[in-house]
């Protein structure tokens, strides 16, 4: 299986090396299962993410109020996961996240 590597990348320029840095921002889009929660919480999987991968993750706008109303929160990440707790069991829907990761 393939990894994801974050590098540096140097090119001359006829007198000297250029560091060539990579994107410094991915987005990924997720989805929350509605029947995927387990004691009220979940993992996906999302390959780009390492587990000292910068993650901020937010939720759809179309899908913001049942983020927020479940009180859902990123709480946990590794290599190619990232786990989900609710607080509250408000519903039973699929729920879009948006990942950036840094």
């Known amino acids: 299986m ?16 250029d560091v060539i840095l ?12 509605g029947t995927g929660w387990s004691g009220n919480q979940q993992t996906i999987n999302i390959p780009q993410v390492m587990a000292d991968s910068a993650v901020i993750v ?5 899908d913001a109020d049942k983020y927020t109303n479940s009180g859902i929160l990123c709480t ?12 509250r069991e408000a519903t039973s829907a699929n729920i879009g996240v948006n990942i950036f990761i840094l």
């Open 2 to 17: 393939a990894t994801t590597k974050q590098i540096t990348i140097t090119e001359y320029n006829g007198t000297d090396y």
């Open 22 to 33: 990579p994107k410094s921002v991915y987005t990924v889009a997720g989805t929350l299962l």
């Open 58 to 62: 937010s939720s759809t706008p179309a």
């Open 76 to 87: 946990a990440q590794g290599d190619g996961t990232l786990t989900f707790t609710r607080k």
